[in-house]
């Protein structure tokens, strides 16, 4: 077959596959229902496997669009601020993945709490008594006093020398005689009239 058949077997090629595409609901350079001038030129060439029906109007292969055919065009759409890449393929902004930027993932993750998109932003919103950017941090409204670290909702970890529900009471490791109170690890408060460090010594008054 000589160079003129070839290029006669391409054309019709091109044709065929044309009308199939005709009856497909790709995105298109122009409507279908067009005349096909093998001696077109188009300016800026049609790119993406696009073929020059007329001049300067391109026909483009399934999943593009654009006047060159251009663009990539993906069904459905990119989400969450997404770009096409080719068709079927988005490349997803920070936060955000899956084949169409459908799914939202935090950095991280969220410990107690669940990854949402806010304005386009993936952030954790966390379940009540918990906060922090990963909802990583317990809440204790009653607080934890003297160097007690909240370790799960209302729960206090307290250190050496402290018990109760906020760290506030104090543990003497000797009871407090006549009366006293124990006000910070090991140390006693007297009532009037005792001392001592257990309040075990009464006061003479002449």
Known sequence: MGVAGLASAALVAALVALCSA???DAPRGVAVGFVF????????QCTHGGIC???????????YEGESCQYAHCYPKCKNGGTCLRPGKCRCPAG???????????DGGCWNG???AVNGVAKCICSSSWTGSK??????????????TCVAPGVCSCPEGWLGGACHVAVCT???????????PDKCRCRAAFSGPLC??????C
Do not use: H
């Open 22 to 24: 005709a009856r497909s």
């Open 135 to 148: 909802c990583q941090e317990a809440i204790c409204p009653q607080g934890c006093t003297n160097g007690g």
């Open 114 to 116: 669940e990854c949402v």
């Open 37 to 44: 001038d093998p001696k077109a030129r188009c300016e800026p």
């Open 96 to 106: 955000f993945g899956g084949r169409f930027c459908q799914k939202v993932t935090c």
């Open 174 to 184: 000797k009871s407090c005689w006549n009366g006293g109170k124990c006000i910070s």
């Open 200 to 205: 075990e010594k009464k006061l003479r008054f």
């Open 53 to 63: 029906i007329r001049n300067d109007t391109c026909y483009c292969s399934k999943g």
